[in-house]
């Protein structure tokens, strides 16, 4: 018997390989002859990057400016001619000081610098993983660091962070790195929402970053004057709004194409190759709801899964079951502890115990 373990990770608790490594240890104490094959998996949010690395890419450390201009050690991961880059990794909500958000001031700064350091590592590839932003300042800073000058009416640069594109009056980018011309970018990412309006990333999106109600105001008046400088449809485009408006800086500075982020990882840990032959698959993440079936991990695997007519289990701290009825099974971890914190805290015996409920069920399917 061939099972393939393939969860997210269980954030703010438990990374992608531990949880892998907890199920099957639950599922060899019953099954002690079962083939495992263990992938880590993101889904291009936060925790993408060391499921990348998992399947073979190298990760290298950059020292880069985080989202308020506070040093940051990030690391971006090289196979070959391509680079991941997790902007979670440079301008992510992790990487506020003190975890206080700073939505106005917030800059994508640190990402663009990590695309100079897979442009100095030789990528002719990029994939940008932008999940987990703290940004709502349309990729602006990510430009500036990539040499372009943003300016105000009196010829000065202007501030880093959303709040400062309102005053904006140029954008020149004349000394723009050149290697950019000679490289492809994928935006991985899920999120279809365009750059402006009710749907874009001032009024869906900035509220998670810690934007007020006049703050938002502020960031859809500003994201709508910095999208009339740079001209076209971009601001349209589906997944602009990804990453505070970052999806549109790729779209018309970067010529980037858009792919469904978990399909994107899927690909590049060769899911599809190392699950051929399994008679199941055990995915999960920390919480399974309405928001997962939107693109999350378990959902992207299951959907392959369905494709190859193999039976998938799903393991998470929680679920919302009502939409999990295409799992072969639902295992969560507050159905053996009630105590969130603990299930948190210290999730390994839960999950080895999930691991071996699973096996029990499929040793009783096999009689």
């Not at 992938?39 to 950059?62: K, P, Q, Y």
């Not at 206080?100 to 002719?124: E, M, P």
């Not at 990804?242 to 840990?269: E, H, K, P, Q």
């Amino acid at each position: 018997m061939k099972i393939v373990i393939a969860p997210d990770s269980f954030k703010g608790s438990a990374s992608s390989s531990d949880i892998a490594t907890w199920i099957e240890a639950g599922i060899h104490s019953i099954i002690p002859t079962c083939e495992i094959v263990k992938i880590a998996i993101g889904d291009g949010g936060e925790g993408s990057l060391d499921a990348i690395v998992d399947s073979g890419f190298t990760a290298f450390t950059c020292e880069v400016l985080g989202p308020l201009g506070n040093p940051v050690s990030a690391q971006i991961a090289i196979k070959g001619e391509t680079a991941f880059i997790e902007m979670a990794q440079a301008s992510g909500l992790s990487q506020l000081p003190g975890g206080v958000k700073s939505a106005l001031a917030a800059s994508s700064f640190g990402t663009g610098q990590l695309i100079l350091h897979a442009l100095d590592k030789g990528a002719r590839r990029i994939i940008l993983a932008v999940g987990g932003s703290a940004t709502t300042d349309a990729g602006a800073g990510a430009l500036q660091a990539l040499g372009a000058r943003l300016t105000d009416g009196n010829g000065n640069e202007i501030a880093r962070g959303g709040g400062a594109l309102i005053d904006c009056e140029s954008i020149d980018i004349t000394h723009l790195d050149t290697r950019l011309a000679d490289v492809s970018f994928i935006l991985a990412s899920d999120v279809q929402n365009p750059l402006l309006g009710s749907q874009g990333a001032a009024h869906v999106f900035s509220p998670q970053k810690g934007a007020s109600p006049e703050q938002v105001k502020l960031f859809e008046k500003s994201l709508t004057h910095f999208a009339s400088l740079v001209g076209g449809d971009c601001a349209d485009r589906a997944g602009a709004g990804a990453a505070g408006g970052l999806g549109f800086m790729a779209y018309a500075f970067l010529r980037a194409t858009a792919a469904s982020g978990i399909d994107v990882i899927l690909d590049l840990v060769d899911f599809d190759a190392r699950s051929i032959g399994a008679n199941y698959i055990i995915t999960g993440e920390g919480r399974f709801d309405s928001q997962s079936i939107k693109g999350k991990a378990p959902w992207g695997i299951l959907q392959r899964a369905q494709r190859d007519g193999v039976p998938t289990f799903l393991v998470c701290g929680d679920a919302d079951t009502q939409h999990g009825s295409a799992f072969a099974g639902i295992y969560t971890l507050t159905s053996l502890e009630s105590d969130i914190n603990k299930c948190i805290n210290n999730p390994a015996p839960l999950v080895k115990e999930l691991g071996s409920s699973i096996a029990h069920l499929v040793e009783e399917l096999r009689l």
